[in-house]
């Protein structure tokens, strides 16, 4: 199989705040809105935004960060 038949590439639109862990402290995210990844093509939740389809995704999800973002966090 190819490579580019399994993953898709799209930006990040939005992130929560994170993940707690078992002590309740929360695990900030590795990725920033902006960056470009690379996703599993079957992973992901559809949802309908104003009319578009979009698809959330867990951090777990995501391959990879092709380019990302620079900001004052980085």
């Given at each position: 199989?190819?490579?580019?038949?399994?993953v898709?590439?799209?930006?990040?639109?939005?992130?929560?705040?994170?993940k707690?862990?078992?002590?309740g402290?929360t695990i900030?995210?590795?990725?920033?809105?902006?960056?470009?990844v690379?996703?599993?093509r079957v992973a992901?939740n559809p949802v309908?935004?104003?009319?578009k389809?979009?698809k959330?995704y867990?951090e777990?999800?995501i391959?990879c960060?092709?380019?990302?973002v620079?900001?004052?966090?980085?």
């Amino acid at each position: 199989y190819r490579v580019e038949e399994k993953v898709l590439h799209g930006y990040v639109r939005a992130i929560g705040p994170g993940k707690q862990n078992e002590e309740g402290v929360t695990i900030p995210l590795e990725i920033s809105v902006g960056d470009r990844v690379a996703v599993d093509r079957v992973a992901g939740n559809p949802v309908e935004v104003d009319g578009k389809t979009l698809k959330i995704y867990n951090e777990k999800d995501i391959i990879c960060v092709i380019d990302e973002v620079k900001n004052e966090n980085n």
